[in-house]
């Protein structure tokens, strides 16, 4: 398992992410918020909540997590959007 060692908030909802391997990359998570439970993460203070849980992975106090796998093989690198 990549389990993530590192990450900053850089931009907005795009978090830069270092994994055990020495991977990094920038992750968008907006398009991953906004309905349900995570509609209140779409609020900048809420959003700056995250950390990373006892299994490697990133999560929010209110129970939204995601998986240190899917971050790291399935999710994206994105450019990081000029603020």
């Not at 918020?33 to 990133?58: M, S, V």
């Amino acid at each position: 398992m990549n389990e993530v060692t590192a990450f900053r908030i850089v931009n907005g909802y795009q978090v830069w992410i270092k994994f055990q391997d020495g991977v990094e990359k920038i992750v968008d998570f907006e398009p991953f918020l906004g309905k349900g439970f995570t509609a209140e993460l779409l609020q900048p203070e809420k959003f700056k909540q995250l950390y990373i849980e006892d299994g490697g992975g990133l999560a929010w106090p209110n129970g939204y997590d995601f998986c240190p796998n899917y971050l790291h093989d399935y999710v994206a690198d994105v450019q990081l959007a000029q603020a």
